[in-house]
């Protein structure tokens, strides 16, 4: 599949390490083509690994993860393109986080609407599905670092784009019990606002790599 990861960070390189690893077409996505993080990655990844601009990346992949700075991501998805995200998947991997105020974190945005959503009204006709922002992303490309049944959750409003992200995750080495579908777009406010919690645990657990599972009990 042809893949645009829209980001050069720790996210955006993680993703589409193990996205070209497992065969895909790959190319990382930032402002400004050349970028020296994004060159190095497709140097590394190889062929057919590529790097561009935004637009460039997602005018030439079916399938888009947005895995920019989440207090960005609408002017990079805007710098993206309407058309360039028009019917395609956009997995939104962001979260909304604020720095300027120091540590802990908060976010630009909650209770009532969330980033996935300010995302899908700005771009109505990309299929968002939010997935994958609840945990560090070395656990999201490699779930096995943590031991046990554990949860990777996903939301957005239409079922078929959902489905192609749940084959993603199974890539990944999800098992299919341990994807999460929480219905529509609206559930990416409780995924995001989980985040804030995450930060804490992970004081208490000492490190990112962890993750929260659900335990049933007869209904
Ligand atoms: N760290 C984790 O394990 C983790 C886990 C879950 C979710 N997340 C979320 O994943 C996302 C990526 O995190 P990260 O730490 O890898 O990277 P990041 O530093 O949050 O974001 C880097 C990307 O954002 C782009 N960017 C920054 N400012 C911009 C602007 N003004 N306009 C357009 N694009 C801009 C950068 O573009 P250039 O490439 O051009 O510099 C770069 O590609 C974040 O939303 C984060 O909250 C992170």
Redesign the pocket.
């Known amino acids: 599949m042809r893949i645009a990861v829209?980001?050069?960070?720790?996210?955006?390189?993680?993703i589409a390490g193990k996205l070209a690893a497992l065969g895909h077409e790959v190319t990382m996505?930032?402002?400004?083509a050349g970028?020296e993080?994004?060159v190095a990655w497709a140097r590394s990844a190889g062929a057919p690994a590529a790097e561009g601009s935004?637009a460039d990346a997602a005018s030439r992949s079916e399938v888009v993860v947005?895995?920019?700075?989440?207090?960005?991501?609408l002017?990079?998805l805007a710098?993206a393109g309407a058309a360039n995200l028009a019917g395609k998947v956009l997995v939104d991997?962001?979260?909304?986080?604020d720095f300027s105020h120091g540590m802990p974190p908060t976010l630009t945005v909650a209770n009532t609407d969330s980033l996935g959503e300010q995302i899908q009204a700005a771009f109505p006709d990309a299929l968002v599905v939010k997935a994958?922002?609840?945990?560090?992303?070395?656990v999201?490309v490699e779930p096995g670092l943590v031991p046990g049944s554990h949860m990777v959750m996903l939301c957005g409003n239409d079922g078929g784009a959902k489905a192609t992200v749940a084959e993603l995750l199974a890539g990944f080495g999800w098992p299919p019990a341990d994807v999460v579908d929480l219905g529509d777009l609206t559930a990416a406010r409780g995924m995001e606002m989980y985040?804030i919690l995450w930060v804490r645990l992970m004081g208490v657990v000492g490190g990112?790599d962890f993750n929260i599972g659900v335990l049933r009990g007869d209904q």
């Open positions: 829209l980001g050069t960070g720790m996210v955006g390189q993680t996505g930032s402002r400004q970028n993080r994004a935004f947005n895995a920019t700075s989440g207090a960005a991501s002017e990079a710098a991997v962001a979260n909304p986080l994958l922002n609840t945990m560090n992303c070395r999201m985040v990112p």
